[in-house]
């Protein structure tokens, strides 16, 4: 096997760490790794988490986390930032202050809650996600239930995720994506920066193994930026990438399994 000479583009997630594995810091960097990039992380939070749920979380100090983020960021550098869970209203603020002084374009996922209901952001942090977080963002991807806590606005349709995609770009982001995987019929998401509009759908797969896609989503948007694709590209190729990861998610413990994010090295058959 030839030996690497070119050095990968560097993407660095700031995030909780999921015990299970399936989202959160392991999802993000087993994403990264599968799409040609070299993943870093900056630890927000830990919890101790499961197929069934969470039954813990404790976030990291700030301290800890703008020194994880200097550490990396001024010695190695970074091509793009993805953000995941950061629980407080002070983690909040902080990161979106060493966001803004990054050049590099950043991924915010809104984490507010788990794939089984368990918040995962104190409700007091939602005005500095909207005031502080969101204006630094070159895509936001905000869920429904995201959605709803950020705008109050309850999507039921099409014409809902549009409404909805207006009221988040309000907040300061280039771009965004709303995730309509919670509706029923085939998958379909909206990217807009408010000019432009794209319309992502895939079939629906018949698989209850979905933990980790919010996660997985935002770091392959963050690895095709890296990879120096514009946001239309790198958010079509990060639907393509999530829609095979569903549809090879697989069962563990007695609850919602992950998706497989090394689904694209897998043989087939």
Known sequence: MPLRTAIPPRVLTVAGSDSGGGAG??????????????????????????????????ELPVDAVRAQYRSVVDDIDVQAVKTGMLASAALVET?????????????????????????????????????????????????????????????TDESGMRRAAGQILGFGPRWVVIKGGHLPGEAVDLLTDGSAEHWLRAPRHDNRHTHGTGCTLASAIASGLALGMDVPTAVQGAKTYVTGAIEAGFPLGGGIGPVDHGWLTRPAG
């Open 95 to 155: 990161v979106a202050e060493l966001l803004a002084g990054t050049d590099a374009p950043v991924v915010v996922d809104p984490v507010g809650v788990s794939k089984h209901g368990d918040a995962l952001l104190a409700a007091e942090a939602l005005d500095s996600v909207r005031s502080a977080l969101l204006p630094v963002a070159t895509v936001a991807t905000p869920n429904l239930d995201e959605v709803t806590q950020l705008t109050g606005i309850r999507v």
């Open 25 to 58: 810091i392991q999802a993000d960097l087993k994403t990264m790794l599968a799409l040609g990039v070299h993943g870093m992380s900056v630890l927000t939070a830990v919890t101790a988490q499961n197929s069934l749920g969470v039954q813990g979380a404790w």
